[in-house]
């Protein structure tokens, strides 16, 4: 199940909103600009490429490129198929996402499955999305955030969207709290994703 949780920036040991309920979490993040929908799942093999992920949700993108006015999409994967040196490339990929950032597009994700967790460091308020397959969520552009895949066993394929075709950009910011990047005080997307029940 998808799952929204809540501290103050200050507070990151003191949740101050929990759900697992699709209405109250769209209800809450409407709130914060960042739109939140889910989509049926279907059926992929596990080793389903770019292109089979993109022609089994073909009708759903399309729509959605129409709507939003998107002109790039592509498919953002890390799954462990027994590739060599996969433990080293899912820790690569987390660390560079972990870092907090901004983007100057809106940041639009659809999980066809897998879990990933968005944190939103909004004003004096960190929400944390753990996503899920059938999860579609936007981050508005300029919101400050990042991602984290886990550590135990990183595994998530998602459909991505953009209005530009240079795809993912990050500016990177160097908020710190207590002296460590903020993401290493608030509890990790293996803890969360532990904690659901």
Not at 112 to 118: A, K
Not at 143 to 163: K, S
Request: hydrophobic fraction near 40%.
């Amino acid at each position: 199940m998808t799952l929204l949780v809540t501290w103050n920036v200050n507070e990151p040991e003191t949740e101050t909103f929990r759900s697992q309920e699709k209405e109250a979490i769209a209800q809450q993040l409407s709130k914060l600009g960042v739109s939140f929908d889910q989509w049926a799942t279907k059926e992929l093999p596990e080793d389903a490429d770019q292109e089979a992920v993109l022609a089994a949700y073909e009708a759903e993108v399309e729509e959605l490129k129409k709507e939003h006015n998107f002109v790039t999409v592509d498919v953002a994967k890390l799954k462990n198929t027994g590739q060599p040196n996969f433990a080293e490339t899912a820790a690569g990929a987390r660390e560079k996402f972990l870092d907090e950032h901004t983007h100057s597009d809106d940041e639009v994700r659809f999980f066809v499955d897998g879990r990933g967790t968005f944190y939103l460091h909004l004003e004096d308020t960190v929400h944390a999305i753990v996503c899920e397959g059938g999860d579609l969520v936007s981050v508005p552009k300029g919101a400050t955030h990042w991602f984290d895949m886990g550590t135990e066993n990183p595994d998530f394929t998602a459909i991505r969207f953009f209005h530009d075709g240079e795809g993912w950009v990050g500016d990177f910011t160097e908020e710190k709290l207590e002296g460590e990047p903020i993401s290493t005080k608030f509890a990790t997307h293996d803890a969360l994703v532990a904690s659901m029940s």
